[in-house]
């Protein structure tokens, strides 16, 4: 699917791309349909990372043009290549300090025609881009939420292109280019902020589903490998350590999945931005790790050029930072943590997993690009000790007590004046993050009704240990270590390759589990 290019060497075919985006763009417009738009991509790209991302740069700008609720430009620019013109050289994920300015064309009736001038840099798509979705300011001393305004500019405003050679996601074209003329202001004026908050709520998944997608496409051939390949007269997936490690390798693989599903089936309520945080922030990151770990167990064939194990690994690494930096995304975490520990309503997990079990997978509208802020600021949090001690779940992790060292921590951080230091902030926004894949995990477990998956829950629980531990560490704060759990026995299996494709296999452990649950007394 790439092309070589006598300017750039072997790319994206951007000609094969505008002519696909159409039907993307059909998925999210007039309907806001987020799984189906994705499904789209991977039907038409292949899940190549280079055009899923190119796709999905283009895909965010187009929805810009929707949060700022201008559907005749967002009809009548379908046939063409967007990207987002944010990122500035001296402030990277700090739009507050742009530099680019807009200014009102005199004589302009309707009031939307600025020039646009100014340098944008580290951009996707935009040498081959028709449309720009730019931030500008109107008023260059201003650095408040309400200095930004957004705006269309066409390729005929945009000059100087120069491409900026990446690490990641080498067949496609990065530049920094120069802005000079005109553009159409979207939305309100000084609005920019809260049309790309609204945009931002549904990129999120956008962005995970890339991460998750590189997964299923890395970790089976990773796999087919050391199942095929011979060393010291066996296949290395049947010596215990290697299949140790592609065991949990694959247990993770498996419940990443689960997690970006379980955040689709909740995320058309208040859960949107909670779901889309932790996706953005940690999923993204244990992502990363995962796809570094499958390469090294893979060896030298996941260096070769055509392999997937290694393409994977490394274009992952552009996700946790494309379009809101994971940081910032747990910083919004962790101002729930209080309302999340406190939390005293009581939820049936009947109910939770007989709706994952009809939805895991389902392509439903949530519309959520135009999701109320003020339904998605305060998540419906519940009871989740009871809710866990409620699942049943045949490990002893003392729920109740693991909140109550939640609760202790974050006293002990306040009790130092700690609270608004940013390293505390991110640690108890992260923290936060691990609780909710402990409660994923158990879900997860719950939800196929398999055995199989129980270590998953084992595997949560140590990382929250982990973080918890280090966090106590780092800070020689007073409170307790938690004790990690000790895993289950690896399984005894006649075929490692089959049992491991198996537990990949999440819609097929779904599937396999749809019926009727008892509702708890």
Known sequence: ????????????????????????????????????????????????????????????????????????????????????????????????????????????????????????????????????????KIDPTQDGPRSLSLFLVPRSSTHSWERLPAHVLENMVLTKYQIDGPGTLLGKAGHGLSIIQRMAMPSKYQCTYVGVQMLKRAVPPAIEHLAKKKIFGDHPLNFNNVFRQMYNISLQAAFYDFVFHRAMVFNGGSFLQFHGTMLKSWLLLRINELLGKNLLVAGSKGFLKESWIGKAAIDSFILPVFDGHYTINTFMSEKHAERYLSA????????????????????????????????????????????????????????????????????????????????????????????????????????????????????????????????????????????????????????????????LDVPGAVQRARQPLPQMP
């Not at 949560?460 to 270590?481: C, D, P, R, V, Y």
């Open 344 to 503: 005293t309503q009581r939820i049936d997990p009947a109910v939770r997993v007989e709706q994952m079990r009809r939805e895991l997978f389902v392509e439903i509208n949530h519309n959520e690009i135009n999701a109320k802020p003020s339904e998605i600021r305060k998540p419906e949090f519940f009871d989740y000790a009871q809710y866990i001690e409620d699942c049943a779940l045949p490990l002893d992790i003392q729920p109740r007590t693991l909140l109550t060292q939640m609760r202790t921590l974050l006293n002990e951080i306040e009790e130092r004046d700690l609270g608004n230091d940013p390293d505390y902030r991110y640690k108890v926004g992260d923290l936060l993050h691990w609780f909710e894949a402990l409660l994923a995990s158990v879900e997860f477990w719950k939800v196929t009704a398999d055995d199989n998956y129980l270590n998953v829950v084992v595997q949560q629980f140590n990382g929250l240990a982990n973080t918890l531990n280090t966090i106590i560490s780092e800070g020689g704060l007073t409170m307790q270590f938690l004790q990690p759990l000790r895993q289950l026995p690896m399984p005894k299996v006649e075929n490692v390759r089959e049992y491991l494709m198996r537990l």
């Open 1 to 136: 699917m790439l092309i070589q290019d006598p300017q750039f060497g072997k790319i994206v075919d951007f000609d094969y791309l505008r002519r696909m985006m159409r039907r993307v763009y059909d998925r999210i417009f007039p309907e806001f349909q987020l799984l189906s738009a994705m499904h789209m991509s991977t039907e038409l790209f292949d899940d190549d990372p280079s055009y899923l991302i190119a796709a999905g740069a283009s895909m965010l700008a187009y929805q810009l043009l929707l949060a700022a609720d201008e559907h005749e430009l967002a009809e009548k620019c379908k046939d063409g290549i967007f990207t987002l013109g944010w990122t500035e050289e001296h402030s990277g994920s700090d739009l507050l300090s742009v530099r680019t300015t807009a200014t009102p064309i005199p004589g302009d009736s309707s009031g939307r025609q600025y020039h646009i001038k100014g340098q944008k840099w580290l951009i996707n798509n935009s040498y081959h881009g028709d449309y720009h979705i730019v931030v500008a």
